[in-house]
């Protein structure tokens, strides 16, 4: 597979994934607990309640705007990026979640503020320093780091391959 492509495919899994919601440990505090609330606001959903992928999405956010910025080296076949997103609480949160497999995760800033993080499966879970509030805009800014694989699903970009050639 040339190069171009990998290159294109690996910075369409990180468009994809970061546009769905947004896996190596982070190290990080433990998770907080999702059945408890922190002290000012609740906890986002993991999901958006879709019957058939029912951990895609997050609740207690709406997007607004992302901006990716990407590297890849082709010699290491080392792709690394930030993620600027612009976000709108649409109840207030004590911790949001973002779906993020097959990354590992630098720094994560919520509104310029440091923000420890957590893991649960694909979830990405983000206590911010400062509870976000209802209605108001506030900035996300991740940095992160893979180095891709090829696609084992045809729906995630890999085509099927013919066993006669």
């Known amino acids: 597979m040339p190069i171009r492509s990998s290159a294109y495919a690996a910075c369409a899994v ?12 982070v190290a990080a505090a433990p998770p907080p607990d999702p059945a408890r609330p922190g002290p000012s606001g609740s906890v986002g ?8 992928f029912p951990n895609a999405g997050n609740g ?44 590992t995760l630098g720094t994560v800033a ?8 957590g893991r649960s499966g694909q979830e990405l879970q983000i206590p911010p320093k400062r509870p976000l509030r209802i209605s ?24 099927p391959r013919r066993r006669d050639r």
Do not use: N
């Open 45 to 52: 959903a993991p999901g958006v309640g879709d019957p058939f």
């Open 136 to 159: 108001k805009d506030e900035t996300l800014a991740m940095r992160f780091g893979t180095s891709p694989a090829p696609a084992r699903h045809a729906a995630a970009g890999a085509r």
């Open 60 to 103: 207690g956010i709406d997007v607004q705007d992302y901006d990716l910025r990407l590297a890849y080296s082709p010699g290491t076949k080392r792709l690394e990026g930030t993620a600027t997103l612009r976000i709108v609480a649409t109840q207030d949160l004590s911790r949001f979640d973002l779906d993020l497999r097959g990354f």
């Open 14 to 25: 990180v468009v994809a994934a970061l546009v769905v919601g947004a896996a190596a440990p």
């Open 110 to 117: 919520v509104d310029g503020l440091p923000a420890t993080t």
